[in-house]
């Protein structure tokens, strides 16, 4: 068994009580995924145990095959959604998946989140898509999930949660946090009437305001 980078397991275990906190999973639900930096592996979060119990010495190191090739605990059962993630999208280092409310009850509906936001077209780039119903943990599951984030950054896991991905930690957590703010919006929305939705114009010229605009770095 390899040795583990504590700094990099660390950020796992804080990321993970951070959702806990926000309540964006209960009890120990979800999981957290980080590439390691150079090599062909990854860290995951174990297992069934709770959030506010992991520390350093309880994250998983697996290869791209999926092998554990450090840690002494049985990683998360959704290694394999993680894992396909990471090895389709080399742009993105960390994979989150939570249960937050309003994106699970969504979730349920088995339908795309139109941009009913212009945050949406900003930070996802389109809809977000859900990825179809296959048991958890399964193989199956982590096909479909690959398939719906194509071309965005989260994607809903039909009758389950949701799932995002970013540069790093900071950047999937953004992104499962505010898919749940927007599901939330979207409650609302259909609840004071019927939400107006952008043109895919509108939806194109944002994204490609925002990639070369935003932040501080490029063009003014
Ligand atoms: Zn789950």
Redesign the pocket.
Same mark, same amino acid.
């Given at each position: 068994m390899k040795e583990i980078n504590k700094e990099l397991a660390q950020q796992i275990v804080d990321f993970g009580q951070k959702m806990f906190r926000a309540g964006l999973v209960t009890g120990t #639900? #979800?999981?957290i995924s980080l590439r390691i930096p150079g090599e062909n592996a990854f860290l995951i979060s174990p297992s069934g145990m709770p959030y506010e119990e992991i520390t350093a010495d309880d994250i998983v190191m697996l290869d791209m095959e999926g092998n554990q090739i450090g840690g002494k605990r049985r990683p998360s059962v959704?290694k394999n959604m993680h894992r396909m993630i990471l090895k389709a999208r080399p742009e993105f280092n960390a994979v989150i998946?939570t &249960?937050s409310t309003y994106a699970t009850a969504y979730a349920s509906l088995r339908k795309p989140l139109p941009v009913f936001l212009d945050i949406m077209a900003c930070v996802f780039g389109g809809p977000v898509k859900c990825a179809e119903y296959a048991r958890?943990g399964s193989e199956e599951l982590a096909v479909n999930a690959e398939k719906a984030m194509r071309g965005t950054n989260v994607a809903f896991?039909a009758n &389950? #949660?949701c799932i995002g991905a970013g540069r790093n930690l900071e950047e999937a957590y953004g992104n499962v946090e505010l898919l749940e703010i927007c599901c939330k919006s979207y409650f609302a929305a259909c609840c004071a009437g019927v939400p107006v939705l952008l043109e895919e114009e509108d939806i194109r010229l944002t994204r490609e305001e925002v990639a070369r605009k935003y932040g501080q770095k490029g063009e003014d």
């Open positions: #639900g #979800g999981n959704e998946h &249960h958890i896991l &389950h #949660g």
